[in-house]
């Protein structure tokens, strides 16, 4: 069975022009995603996407490595 020995966490975030992509709650939102790649000891690697309005996104970068960080051996 293979086993996962690597992972690489990215922040992603877009900018929009003002008033673009807001809604009731979020007037300014800034579109993120968090990638995270988890490579197994055979070389297959795996992406997982969040998507965020920006300022959680940090947040999940910290734990999507937090959990990463547990799966490897």
């Known amino acids: 069975m293979p086993m996962i020995t690597g992972s690489t966490i990215k922040d992603t975030r877009f900018e929009l022009e003002k008033g673009a992509g807001s809604d009731a709650v ?12 988890l490579i197994d000891d055979s070389g297959i690697t795996g ?4 998507f965020t309005l920006g300022e959680g996104n940090d947040l999940v970068c910290k734990a999507a490595a937090f959990y ?6």
């Open 26 to 37: 979020h007037k300014d939102p800034l579109y993120s995603y968090a990638v995270t790649q």
């Open 47 to 50: 992406n997982g996407f969040a």
């Open 68 to 73: 990463a960080e547990k799966l490897k051996k």
